[in-house]
């Protein structure tokens, strides 16, 4: 019989994806997105080949014989998106709390294909995969053009404490936690700082790409708070020493303000929501260099379902209704405050697919266009800390994405996306093409 690890990959194989194109292709925008700089360029043409952005040049561009052109008339071409925080493994509904004893990986590893596909469709070519066994291996079943998906860093399972947000025993009754016994750091659950040690290089063993924390409760867990804090200062800085000793950065869910603080000076790279950030916090992690990712759509996504009975169990219900409601307010102030930001969605509590609703959100907040564009391109790869995604510039990855109109102008443009390149394979063409 195959392992697990194998038998998922065998069911995400059986779903295909577009075969590698290696003829160079040139894009006719009508305008371009400089991410660097935060603005919008006139007519541009952009030369794909092998898989990388070979040239950029401006107005409509004569080209060599055998290029092939892709008019791209009327459209704004951008960066591929990132959205930093995803959970592709599994999708809220009211049925999410007992389909965990319900249903076997296998299931939630079909699943995650179409939500891999999804995401990919709307424009976002990289997503950072905050939490979920299966992300790893849906990303190394991208990565070998098995199935149709983002570019995937993925941490793999959440570290957590005892009873603490990403607890998996949390919600188990007295007689199935007997049976299964007390997780450990190999589930991802830590009590001390040799527990945090032993948990990241488990995540390294996993073929983690990131490391995730839940600093603080959360709102979906089966648990009553939803912002105690949740490690000591030293359990985190024992995480981020032993991250770095991998070349892990770490993301913190947080959403109580000493949770927060903790996170930060232990050295977390991003913090995840932030519902409850102070004043305070947001001088510590201005002077830190820490990133903030609100998710302002789970957010809202949360506090309009727990308005309706049994959507969320009765425990999680308040957390939800009090929480979910106050995250878009904390990235307005945190923008005014000068806290760097960065785009994720929390998807996963939300439809996948509909990621791209979060810029109109944070616009909504104050949060300028191009800054909010900016925020899932430039800012996404810094914090990701890699170099070679994000912008649209010679020599870098051949993730570009095109949509009717100007965003900038309309930020609800982003919702069009029909355009779709990534590494140089175009998985979306606009209907006239």
Not at 234 to 255: M, W
Not at 404 to 429: S, T
């Amino acid at each position: 019989m195959p392992s697990p690890r194998r038998l998922l990959l065998l069911v995400l194989a059986a779903c295909g994806a577009p075969a590698l194109a290696a003829e160079p292709v040139a894009l006719h925008c009508e305008r371009l997105f400089d991410a660097r700089a935060g603005r919008m360029l006139g007519e541009h043409t952009i030369v794909v080949e092998d898989g990388r952005v070979r040239s950029l040049l401006p107005g409509r561009a004569k080209l060599p014989d055998g290029t092939r052109s892709i008019m791209l008339a009327g459209r704004t071409c951008l960066p591929g998106w990132t959205d930093l925080h995803v959970h592709l493994g599994g999708q809220s509904s009211p049925q999410s709390y007992s389909e965990g004893f319900r249903l076997d990986p296998v299931d939630f590893a079909y699943r995650s294909v179409g939500y891999a596909g999804k995401t990919l469709q709307a424009g976002f070519t990289s997503v950072r995969d905050l939490g979920g066994e299966i992300a790893p291996h849906l990303r190394d079943a991208i990565n070998q053009g098995l199935v149709e998906g983002p570019r995937i860093f993925a941490a793999g399972k959440s570290i957590a404490t005892t009873g603490g947000h990403a607890d998996p025993s949390n919600g188990h009754n007295s007689m199935l936690s007997h049976l299964i016994g007390p997780p450990g750091p190999t589930e991802g659950v830590i009590n001390s700082i040799d527990d945090a040690r032993q948990a990241v290089r488990q995540r390294y063993k996993d073929g983690s790409d990131v490391i995730k924390i839940t600093a603080t409760g959360g709102v979906l867990s089966y648990a009553k708070s939803g912002d105690a804090p949740q490690f000591t200062v030293d359990e985190i800085r024992a995480v981020v020493d032993t991250a770095r000793d991998y070349g892990y950065r770490v993301a913190a869910h947080a959403h109580g303000e000493e949770g927060m603080k903790r996170a930060v000076e232990a050295g977390v790279t991003s913090i995840e929501h932030g519902t409850h950030m102070s004043e305070e916090v947001m001088r510590l992690m201005k002077t830190r260099g820490t990133w903030y990712v609100p998710t302002i759509y789970a957010g809202r996504f949360v506090a309009d379902k727990a308005k309706i009975d049994g959507y969320f169990p009765e425990i999680v219900r308040p957390k939800a209704a009090r929480i979910g409601a106050q995250i878009q307010d904390t990235a307005a102030r945190a923008y005014r405050g000068g806290v760097k930001i960065a785009f994720g969605t929390d998807q996963g509590v939300g439809p996948h697919g509909d990621n791209a609703r979060e810029f109109i959100y944070m616009v909504e907040a104050g949060i300028p266009p191009a800054y909010a564009l900016q925020s899932a391109t430039v800012h996404a790869a810094e914090v990701l800390g890699v170099d070679d995604q994000g912008v649209i510039e010679a020599g870098k990855r051949a993730d570009i994405i095109a949509l009717p109109g100007d965003p900038v102008a309309d930020i609800a443009a982003v919702m069009n996306v029909d355009f779709v390149m990534k590494d140089g394979v175009v998985h979306r063409m606009p209907a006239a093409q």
